[in-house]
């Protein structure tokens, strides 16, 4: 009965690849969002998303695409990846303003 | 843009103490919100405060946001609460669903 469930938990991959992490969150929230926390721990925003709409577009690398095919499911997709994109990457979920529910993350190593 | 600033960084506690955590903001905020790192990387959301005090059993927290700033209360602290505490806010002007990050306070509870 996951809230918000992220897959893969873990990712290792090649410099160069596309990968995608997959974000479903079942608490009937609208609105959904993808954090990066680096290796400092910090947590910076990159995408939000309200009811399928792309609400919140922070400057990341073009690489880095999400889809939102409903309001349940938010997905990031990575093409070409590089050494630096390697982190951990949170999915979460809010109602309105309300309080974050998130993932448990998927920690991305690029080799 | 805002700045939030968390003190102290870092704390050590005996079991069974109480401390106190604070969240410096630069700016009025219409969106405030507590949370908690475990050491195994799961992000919990302890409280959506934007102003005023709410308590969860051993932790509380009060906001005034006249004055800029939150504090979180652990009372009698368990190992469990180990971790680091982030504090995240949203500016009222400004997207309120966009959340900017403290750099945490890491917080060790020894037996």
């Known amino acids: 009965d996951t809230a918000v469930s992220q897959t893969p938990k873990y990712l290792v991959t090649q410099m160069g690849n596309d990968k995608s992490i997959k974000c479903e969150q079942n608490l009937g929230h609208d609105t959904m969002y993808w954090y990066k926390q680096d290796s400092k721990k910090f947590l910076k925003i990159m995408f939000s998303y309200n009811n399928k709409e792309l609400i919140i577009n922070e400057t990341v690398p073009n690489r880095f695409s999400p889809k939102s095919p409903d309001k349940a499911h938010l997905n990031l997709h990575i093409n070409s990846l590089e050494l630096g994109d390697s982190a951990v990457y949170f999915c979460?979920?809010?109602?309105?303003?309300?309080?974050?529910?998130f993932g448990s993350g998927t920690r991305l190593t690029v080799v | 843009g805002i700045q939030v600033e968390q003190s102290p960084p870092d704390l050590i506690l005996q079991e069974g103490a109480n401390s106190t955590l604070r969240c410096n903001f630069s700016?009025?905020?219409?969106?405030l919100q507590w949370f908690h790192q475990n050491p195994w990387g799961q992000l919990i959301n302890l409280f959506y405060?934007?102003?005023?005090?709410k308590q969860n059993g051993r932790l509380s927290a009060t906001t005034v946001a006249t004055e800029r700033y939150s504090l979180l209360y652990i009372s009698s602290s368990q190992t469990t609460d180990s971790g680091v505490y982030f504090c995240?806010?949203?500016?009222?002007?400004?997207?309120?669903?966009?959340?900017?990050w403290g750099l945490g306070t890491s917080l060790a509870v020894n037996p």
């Open positions: 979460a979920s809010s109602q309105g303003t309300g309080g974050y529910t």
């Open positions: 700016d009025s905020v219409n969106n």
């Open positions: 405060i934007p102003s005023g005090t």
């Open positions: 995240a806010v949203a500016p009222n002007a400004g997207n309120n669903r966009k959340l900017i």
